[in-house]
């Protein structure tokens, strides 16, 4: 079995309570502590990896941004999917060409530039065009950024996730969305649901399952939280 035909397994027939949890590496020492921790697969965070190569989230370059993920799946022997932020202007046939080039299987897409949502028609048609180009090589999460934009209304999140899904996303994320609403989007969503956590803070990774999570992702969390543990560290060397 290839590497994103395993990943693509790990979404499916998942029990309630049992969510996928990737950690997120920002680079190759982080990749290799969490697989050595035991889990079967990654998802890199852009803001993670911005923090790494000393630029703010949503800054870094296209060209670093791949080079770091590449770095990130050459470590490492599981599954890597890639938060490639809303695909840096690419065509869709470069920006697949340029991950699996990486040796990334699958990506994150979001559907808001510069915190303002994109148009759900013209995203999901870019979508389509995405997984055209793709077809099985790659796992595609559909970032819904409805929550993150301020629209609290868990409908709108369900209706552009539903046109996502029909475009041939894999998995949508709906990034911000409060637990309380877990349940009402993991009736209204076909297909595997991608939550946000923050470890030791809210809910669990398996109180997030048993709420409608397929999947647990910590974004730039765990980065930060090693930045804080380093300070503490450079504290104590004086």
């Known amino acids: 079995m290839s590497k994103v035909d395993t990943f693509r397994a790990l979404h499916h027939h998942r029990a309630p309570g049992d969510p996928l949890v990737l950690p997120g590496p920002w680079d190759a020492a982080s990749a290799r502590v969490f697989v050595e921790a035991g889990f079967p ?53 470069e920006l697949v060409e340029r991950l699996l080039e990486t040796g990334a299987v699958g990506c994150n897409l979001e559907d808001s530039e510069d915190g303002v949502l994109k148009d759900p028609r013209a995203h999901a048609e870019w979508l389509a065009e995405v997984r055209a180009v793709a077809g099985d090589r790659l796992f595609v999460n559909a970032r819904v950024d409805t929550f993150a934009c301020g629209v609290q209304d868990p409908e709108r999140a369900i209706e552009r996730a539903a046109s996502y899904v029909a475009a041939g996303a894999d998995c949508v994320y709906p990034i911000g969305a409060p637990p309380q609403v877990l349940p009402l989007l993991r009736a209204g969503i076909q297909g595997p649901v991608n939550v946000g956590a923050d470890p030791g803070e809210g809910p669990s990774p398996a109180e997030l399952g048993a709420r409608g999570a397929t999947r647990i992702t910590f974004g730039p969390r765990l980065q930060r939280r090693a930045a804080r543990a380093l300070r503490e560290m450079t504290a104590q060397l004086t």
């Open 41 to 93: 697969a990654l998802a890199t965070p852009s803001a993670g990896v911005a923090a790494s190569l000393g630029y703010e989230d949503g800054q870094t370059p296209a060209d670093e941004m791949f080079a770091a993920v590449a770095r990130i799946v050459r470590a490492v022997d599981v599954p890597v999917s890639a938060d490639v932020e809303s695909g840096y202007g690419l065509a869709p046939k």
